[in-house]
């Protein structure tokens, strides 16, 4: 066998030479966006030059801070292609956090869309590491800032060369640098190779939830966070027609393009389908859904009632799929495997909850307190590890929680679940939100999922809250639908749980809230909802 490298520029590759006329569709800020992946390598290429012209190194990082449109996807070939290393930025992080991660990963020159420049004016100051901004409009003018050595991206490449030849390195070399969340404390960067993403790139094709050239894609879920769970480089590498949803897109827009650009498949958080959903629900006929195949969730637990929301109402299928910033992300989708196709309808809807099957390639172990593995028999729990080719090994330049976060080189991914006969994995928990009561597990993300069955609830987070007797108790945090407000109380919540959970695991109370807060990425954050009812919520019960 040839020693042929694994690196992203064959994506890019393949995508110009057999695909190239194929077209990208960005929302642009003054309007739609069109070309083809011909023109994508071009401008590619313009931008890999104009790299070398600002003297970024091999191995140096370059930020983006951008949403989903065409310039982000330029970013995500020319930075790594060229050696270096591209960090994705999430811009919903904390001011604080945006200011250790650029530090952090020492970016050098940050590319930064257009309506998000007051927020990197607000950080500048504390950027010691940056010397070039990059402004990525679609305006002539460079829009006022001030923002030292800012330039147009437009002006940056204009006078490039479209042809570049892309060097050779180790596929080993790192490509991407993201960083997690961080619930508590700062941010852990996590570097993504070359390998590593063109390994998941392929997997990410396997099934029902893969794509080919017929399809058109919307990635949903933001190109700063976690590669966008891999569609750029799998979606490009097909040649299937990608379209990018742009600056602070909304359900409204979302349906729009789903509609006119007639999308086939889209990948996103559930919230992001409530929303759609919320308005589809509003504006019934308005949109055509028909071209839709199939669409992918993650990021949390899929609610069974959207699910069948979506399929009852829109006659569209919403699957599950599962990852974490550790794994590139995907590691788990659900996806139906031919022996369940005799049971009964409302059966197979239910195995649709699971998280899903491994994906090839991977390994994986549930242990218990004391590392040791449980059964795979649909009833034992225990902590979810992995290994794999596009698993991390180690944190960026931080070995305390590298060390805290691996166990004879397995990851740990702080996740409590369980796998049944047939090879489904079932999330139940993170270790942080399961809820112990009277020495016994009680899992949120099941109650939450039971809760928002609930024919007038819209959202609900499940928390637990300290017990003088029982350890801890769970609180029911539910947000109702409009027309809901006023008419449907806590007796109700708890009566519609009562032939659906165990007994003991039905909430000792239910409070009413505007809206569920959420993480930079769209999860609920239940760290914020702990904080805010931590004093003492619950009646004590006998």
Known sequence: MMHYPLLLKSVLYRASTVYPEKEIVSRDYSGVFRYTYRDLNHRVAKLAHALDKLGIQAGERVGSFAWNNHRHLELYFAVPCTERVLHTINIRL????LVYTINHAEDRVLFVDEDLVPVIEDLADELPTVEQYVI?????????????NAVSYEALIQNESPDYKFPEFDEWTPAIIGYTSATTGNPKGVVYTHRGLYLHCLTSLVGELGVDERDV???????????AWGRPYSDTWVGAKQVYPGARPTPKDFCELIHKERVTFSAGVPTIWMGILQEMRTNPGKYDFSSIRVLMSGGSALPLSLTKAYQEELGVRLYQGYGQTETTPVTFTNVPKSALDALPQEDRMRMRMRTGLILPGLEMRL???????????GKSMGELL?????????????PEKTTEAFVDGWFRTGDIAMMDEMGYLQ?????????????????????????????A???????GIKHEKWQERPLACVVLKAEAKGKVGREDILSFLEDKVAKWWIPDDVVFINEIPKTSVGKFSKKTLREQFESGRLNTRA
């Open 386 to 398: 992995l290994r794999g080719p596009w698993v991390i090994e180690e944190y960026y330049k931080n």
């Open 457 to 463: 609830v819209q959202e609900a987070a499940v928390i």
């Open 427 to 455: 999330i139940t928990d993170r270790t942080k939100d399961l809820i112990k009561s009277g020495g016994e597990w009680i899992s949120s993300v099941d109650l939450e999922n039971a809760i928002m069955g609930h024919p």
């Open 217 to 227: 894609t919307m990635p949903i879920v933001p190109m700063f966070h976690v590669n």
């Open 367 to 377: 242990v218990d307190s004391n590392g040791q593995d449980v059964p795979f028999d």
């Open 136 to 148: 990525m409009t679609d305006k002539s003018d460079l829009p006022t800032t001030k923002l030292k």
């Open 94 to 97: 904390f001011r604080e956090q």
